[in-house]
């Protein structure tokens, strides 16, 4: 499957008042996994379709190539999980968020209708990982994290022991995951991630941890982890989805690049 390429809507839904799912047409060969993660380019206002260079074979030279569009030409580029592959549609879901109306995805997702184009690149067999094994597994993010915990869930055997802790907005942001004992956290009632997994009873045994969301409670989430818990930081994959008060557009700060080595070193 060539990694670059266009996405055409075909129908969109509501799965609860703030995320919203977006089925595009399967592109020919797609090969989905677990926790699949690829680029959406959105095109820039006036525009029917994103500009994009071709393929190159090449991350890097793509992306180079891509930063050579002119900032007013260029798309945005946001990265999103697969959250399935219907064969019998033959198509792939992708859920987003509804944040508000202020960055690109959520304007377009909010007006998104059958017929529209985004651009994309990936997804690249490159980056991925298996999930690590445990006695059981842990769990944890925010609402931006719960297409792939979804997808993670559905590639444990049955007799998995997995145990969840989702942060959201209120319960009406709750949706059905498969195999696991889910803790749901309501922002609204004042729960949050780091409290809500401080105060946790593990079950025994040696965990794997997933950890995904908000850059900087995902951080603080993997310090308690490893500090507090003991647990070897070899056993826990994490990843700062978005940051607060910051967008994918910003410069990294002195803890993205941190993480980002760390995430390095143990890949």
Do not use: N
């Amino acid at each position: 499957m060539d990694l670059v390429g266009l996405l055409e809507v075909t129908r969109v839904r509501s799965l609860t008042p703030r995320m919203r799912r977006v089925s595009f047409r399967a592109p020919d060969g797609f090969e989905p996994w677990p926790d699949q993660q690829l680029k959406l380019c959105f095109p820039r206002e006036g525009q029917a379709m994103p500009q994009l260079p071709e393929s190159s074979g090449d991350d890097m030279r793509w992306y180079q190539q891509f930063l050579a569009i002119p900032e007013d030409e260029r798309p945005w580029m946001r990265s999103f999980t697969v959250r399935a592959l219907v064969e019998s549609r033959g198509e792939i879901d992708i859920d987003f968020v509804l944040h508000g109306d202020t960055g690109p995805a959520t304007r377009w997702a909010l007006t998104a209708a059958p017929g529209q184009v985004l651009g994309r690149y990936g997804p690249s067999a490159v980056y991925r990982r298996p999930l690590g094994s445990g006695d059981w597994s842990l769990f944890a993010g925010d609402e931006t994290a719960l297409p792939a915990i979804g997808t993670l869930l559905e590639s444990l055997p049955p007799s998995a022991r997995a145990v969840v802790y989702v942060e959201v907005a209120d319960p009406a942001e709750e949706q059905p995951l498969p195999h696991a004992d889910v803790r749901w956290l309501h922002r609204s009632g004042g729960a949050s991630l780091l409290p809500a997994v401080r105060a946790a009873v593990f079950p025994s045994g040696t965990p794997f941890a997933w950890l995904a969301g908000e850059a900087g409670a995902v951080r603080a989430l993997r310090r308690h982890l490893v500090t507090d818990r003991g647990i070897d930081k070899r056993r826990i994959d994490f990843a700062g989805y978005w940051r607060a008060r910051l967008t994918q557009d910003d410069d990294p700060t002195a803890e993205d690049l941190a993480e980002a080595r760390e995430r390095l070193a143990a890949g």
